[in-house]
């Protein structure tokens, strides 16, 4: 099969080859093991091998993540990174809280008469106020409270 794409495509594919690449396999790289997805990679490769054919560096992959001047200059890719890491951050710790908050909330008995509509609701009430309290206060009321 051929696909037909411009430049700039050819670009906004290897942009987002590289972001898959990276959500499939930076939490794998630096373990013991290798515990990376080698097909993610190979097909970025692939990708990446093709920027010649449109007028690109031939290590091109490596402007996605580096820009000449580290000091001043954000590549879109860092810039992609990081929005998602944010927003993910905040998702993900409300999520976690709430969720503490709810099975502290409520017994296990009650838990297990609640039918899904009402454990849904109640779990999401938890949830709310923790993305409430984060939104207004970030992480600044947050610490360990021993028992």
């Keep these: 099969m051929k696909i037909n794409i411009t ?30 997805l080698p097909e ?11 920027a010649p054919q449109f007028g690109l560096p031939e290590h091109f992959e490596s402007e996605l993540e580096f820009s000449d001047d580290e000091m001043t200059e954000t590549t879109e890719v860092s810039r992609l990174h990081e929005e998602y890491d944010e927003v993910s951050f905040w998702d993900e710790l409300s999520s976690r809280l709430g969720e503490k908050d709810f099975f502290l909330k409520y ?4 838990i297990e008469k609640m039918d899904n509509g009402e454990h849904f609701i109640k779990m999401q009430e938890c949830i709310i106020e923790w993305e409430n309290e984060l939104e207004k206060n970030g992480i600044e009321r947050l610490g360990v409270v021993e028992k």
């Design 107 to 110: 017994s296990e008995d009650v």
């Design 7 to 36: 430049k700039k495509q050819y670009e906004s594919l290897a942009k987002a080859v590289y972001l898959g690449n990276w959500m499939a396999n930076a939490v794998r790289t630096g373990r013991p093991g290798d515990l990376r």
């Design 40 to 50: 993610y990679e190979e097909i970025a490769d692939y990708i990446y091998s093709l």
